[in-house]
């Protein structure tokens, strides 16, 4: 499919679609209507609003490029939005409000593991196929939803390519694995924990020593108890985890208390900015990531990583260091719900869950497929390095556009 930049302001559609809720909201017309309870204000707003655009500009590229075609028909797509404020029990009374007042039959994700688990019983009650994009948690994908599809891969694979490099670097050094020690930080939420028992279970393999090992409440707005252990202790790797939230405490005390270890790796480094807002100290940094423009993933509706990069940049204000890995996969999952509705050829809701449960396809995102469970199996994890205030991609090997720096080196 062709495309062409947008001049919308899509953003201002997404609200007028809030606050114009239809009463009925399935198929009227030739519109299927979508819902989404989502962050828009909130702790988790800044993610919230990076996956709402990705939706945004998924649907209007859609829509221009002649629709969703079912039983010969054309239908475009518009997506229902209510703000669950971050908090869990909001997103489940609003996905209730979605789905029995106002009619919705299919459900996008909102932001967050942990909204993500409150939103899910709710949708499986209603047989509402749900597809997500923001809820790595490995818990969800252990309860046995049917409705339930995730196009991102799950949270324990997230940090576990920073344990292998300093595995390997250790082998480099003439050093057995084994001696690596490690700090680990991280948020007391189900993504984060989750995140930490995959480097837990990665780090036991090679049998490292977790030296630090800290539990952080969710206003992660002052790590200094632990980065001062960090420094009293000088592990070799520092691993840490708390939403855009902590990486932007992490990076600001880390510059500010000259925190100085050899590796260092965090989530959520481009949804925080911390290169705009931290460049010194960012530097050197590992990030962990869903994708990144400079894959060589592709399809025909937005071309490559770097085109869809491109045009996301162009029509949203406020990413010039970068898009964030939350809205490409948020725009994969609107594609994922059109190829169902197409192979399905029905809006029946058993008929496109069965569909999306035979899901394979490759975007610009990477590869889609699901396990049984319902998550992503085609695509790996990615990790970056900030280099020169670029993130560059270091890991896995195969995916990797540069040589990993080591030690890090912060920046003046």
């Given amino acids: 499919m062709h495309y062409r930049k947008l001049g919308i302001g899509l953003a201002a559609a997404a609200a007028m679609t809030i606050a114009s809720a239809p009463s009925v909201a399935k198929v009227e017309g ?7 309870a989502i962050s828009l204000t909130g702790r988790y707003s800044t993610n919230g609003i990076h996956t709402q655009n990705g939706y945004e500009l998924a649907a209007q590229l859609i829509n221009e490029g002649g629709g969703v075609t079912v039983g010969g028909e054309s239908y475009q797509i518009e997506i229902v939005y209510y703000d669950d404020e971050s908090t869990p029990a909001r997103g489940a009374q609003l996905a209730e409000r979605l789905i029995s007042q106002d009619g919705i039959e299919f459900m996008l994700g909102p932001y967050s593991s942990g909204l993500t688990k409150a939103i899910a019983p709710v949708t499986e009650q209603h047989g509402v196929p749900m597809v997500e994009a923001e809820g790595a948690s490995r818990s969800l994908f252990t309860q046995g939803y049917r409705y339930l599809f995730a196009v991102l891969s799950t949270s324990e694979q997230y940090l576990a390519s920073a344990i292998d490099l ?3 670097q250790a082998e480099a050094e003439g050093r057995d694995p084994s001696e ?18 995959g480097v837990m279970e990665d780090a036991a393999g090679y049998g490292m020593q977790i030296v630090i090992d800290d539990s952080l409440p969710a206003d992660l707005s002052d790590m200094t108890p632990t980065l001062l252990k960090v420094i009293a202790e000088s592990p070799d790797l520092l691993i840490i985890s708390g939403h855009s939230k902590g990486a932007t405490t992490a990076a600001r005390q880390i510059g500010e208390l000259g925190v100085e270890v050899p ?6 480094c481009d949804a925080a900015k911390i290169t705009e807002n931290f460049p010194a100290a960012a530097e050197g940094i590992l990030c962990a ?11 025909e509706m937005f071309g490559s990583a770097r085109d869809f990069s491109d045009l996301f940049q162009a029509t949203y204000e406020g990413y010039d260091a970068g ?17 169902a509705f197409e192979r399905a050829d029905s809006f029946d809701q058993d008929a496109v869950r069965d569909a ?9 995102y990477g590869g889609i497929r699901f396990s049984e469970a319902g998550n992503n199996i085609a695509k790996p994890m990615v990790l970056w390095q900030i280099q020169d ?14 040589e990993l720096v080591y030690p890090r080196v912060a920046g003046d």
Avoid: C, K
């Avoid at 590796?263 to 959520?268: F, Y």
């Avoid at 990531?289 to 399809?299: A, G």
């Avoid at 205030?389 to 540069?402: G, I, K, L």
């Fill in 323 to 339: 898009v964030p890995y939350q809205s490409a996969q948020a725009a994969a999952a609107v594609m994922v719900f059109a190829d």
């Fill in 166 to 168: 300093a595995a390997g």
């Fill in 389 to 402: 205030n670029q993130y560059q991609v270091v890991a896995p090997p195969e995916w990797a556009s540069h």
């Fill in 263 to 268: 590796m260092i790796a965090m989530t959520h």
């Fill in 30 to 36: 030739n519109t299927i209507f979508l819902g989404s």
């Fill in 356 to 364: 999306l449960s035979e899901t394979d396809m490759q975007t610009f």
């Fill in 180 to 197: 690596i020690r490690v700090a680990l930080a991280f948020e007391n939420d189900p993504f984060s924990q989750d995140v930490r028992a």
């Fill in 289 to 299: 990531t869903q994708w990144s423009p400079t894959l060589t993933y592709s399809d």
